[in-house]
């Protein structure tokens, strides 16, 4: 079993920056393809951005260029740097740990992110 415990949410204005984390327990993280998504009131859950094994990453059209995912496997770490922070930003941000070979689909309990001024 895995669980996945994020932190770094919280209040900014906007053009600020947030860093979040995502620690991972376990010992498959460094072969699963990792993720960032994030759900608004309102709205549905939807990918942030992902980086696979490999170091491949994909972003979400509106936060390309302004977010930028990374992982460590060393300490089971991913991060999401997010600059230039927009009030759409404004929801909670989920990790997600999913199988590249065999099954498995994790995530985390969320971390709300406020962009507000």
């Known amino acids: 079993q895995v669980t996945l415990v994020e932190s770094g949410g919280g209040l900014v204005q906007p053009g600020g920056s947030l860093r979040l984390s995502c620690v991972a327990s376990g010992n498959v993280f460094s072969v699963s393809t990792m993720g960032w998504y994030r759900q608004a009131t309102g709205k549905e859950r939807e990918l942030v951005a992902q980086i696979t094994s490999g170091g491949s990453t994909n972003y979400a059209d509106s936060v390309k260029g302004r977010f930028a995912i990374s992982r460590d496997n060393a300490e089971n770490t991913l991060t999401l740097q997010m600059d230039s922070l927009e009030v759409e930003d404004t929801a909670i941000y989920y990790c997600?740990?999913?199988?590249?070979?065999?099954?498995?689909?994790?995530w985390g309990q969320g971390t709300q992110v406020t962009v507000s001024s």
């Open positions: 997600n740990m999913k199988g590249s070979i065999l099954y498995y689909d994790y």
